[in-house]
């Protein structure tokens, strides 16, 4: 179910009326195992089969059925009637995980290089992210960059770099994904937003990186920091789930308290 504003039919209902509470998704009554609700105007789930569907904006091929069609209603994106296993929506763009061989595949605006095919040309279909053709554990997709872990936890991200939020040390954007520096290994998952990006190690602690105008990195300053990872001190070792916003991140930690910051 989903509610809010539906401009562009990303509420899923077959209207384009708001709607101040839930409303069913039109024929996804049963049978979703995940939801991922774009920033710009789109929603994608994740069927109990492994096929995945997109309704809402699509002007940027956003719901990845090869056209530039809005939908007000769940359309199947190409090529990913099964096989997927996790997704994750952007600001036009999204990503899924294959279930074979963990295999990453992003669609979708890619002004930034955030689809991560080599390319800055924008897809309306599925594409491979070069290099991660297998072993993908995890992938966060942000408004104009996109982080990924692999199944041997090193951290790697492309896309849009103004604020450093690929975490290489630079600021140059990358079309390819790129590791972060210092996460070789130990990363358990990440979470992106629009200037930063942030990483749930195994060992409990987080690390974030890239903008922090309002705070995003969560060290107590709005100093920035080279466009490195940095340790969100407050939380010591004991972050059990990350989650990142446009411009604050949130953590569960031992105890099941929620912090959030930015």
Not at 112 to 120: A, E, M
Not at 150 to 169: I, V
Not at 172 to 199: D, K
Request: hydrophobic content about 40%.
């Amino acid at each position: 179910k989903c509610w809010g504003r539906n401009y562009f039919g990303q509420l899923g209902d077959g209207t384009n009326s708001n709607r101040l509470t839930p409303v069913q998704v039109y024929g996804l009554g049963s049978g979703v195992q995940a939801i991922s609700a774009g920033e710009r105007s789109f929603t994608c789930a994740l069927r109990t089969t492994g096929a995945v569907l997109c309704w809402g904006i699509n002007d940027l091929g956003s719901l990845g059925n090869g056209n530039t069609t809005h939908s007000n209603v769940p359309t199947l994106v190409w090529g990913l009637s099964s096989g997927v296993r996790a997704i994750s929506a952007g600001n036009g763009h999204a990503c899924a995980i294959l279930t074979a061989g963990n295999g990453l595949k992003c669609w979708g605006y890619n002004l930034g290089g955030q689809v991560g095919d080599g390319s800055l040309a924008t897809t309306t279909v599925p594409v491979d992210v070069t290099g991660l053709t297998s072993g993908v554990a995890s992938v966060a997709a942000g408004v104009l960059h996109t982080c990924a872990v692999t199944m041997g936890g090193a951290a790697l991200c492309w896309g849009n770099n103004f604020y450093r939020q690929l975490g290489d040390g630079s600021d140059i954007n990358r079309p390819v994904p790129a590791g972060v520096t210092g996460l070789e290994n130990g990363v358990a998952g990440v979470a992106s937003g629009f200037a930063h990006s942030c990483a749930r190690m195994q060992d409990g602690t987080a690390r974030c990186w890239g903008g922090n105008s309002l705070g995003e990195l969560g060290i107590g300053t709005l100093v920035g920091v080279g466009g490195v990872p940095v340790p969100v001190t407050a939380l010591g070792n004991m972050v059990l789930a990350l989650a990142a916003g446009r411009t604050h991140s949130c953590a569960i930690v031992t105890g099941d308290e929620l912090r959030c910051w930015g």
